[in-house]
């Protein structure tokens, strides 16, 4: 399957079928899917994954923060 790059958030949620992208990703990390969690954010497009750093630290309790992000990188 070719890779997706550059996507949007809204067309992240329709591709999944998902309401939330953002919460989805985190809930896939969250599980211990790091791997996909990589894909998932590679995928989006820069202002995307910006907006979902501002979601990290706005939605996700701060013990997960630091995982989150080092996975980002």
């Known amino acids: 399957m070719k890779p997706r ?3 949007t958030i809204s067309q992240q949620c329709r591709y999944y079928e998902v309401e939330n992208i953002f919460e ?3 809930s896939v990390h969250l599980n211990g899917n790091i791997s996909t969690f990589t ?3 590679k995928e989006l497009e820069k202002e995307a994954r910006k907006d979902f750093i501002d979601y990290i630290f706005n939605e ?3 013990i997960y923060w630091t995982e989150i992000l080092k996975a980002t990188i």
């Open 5 to 7: 790059y550059g996507k």
């Open 24 to 26: 989805y990703m985190a």
């Open 39 to 41: 894909a998932l954010f």
């Open 60 to 62: 996700v309790e701060p």
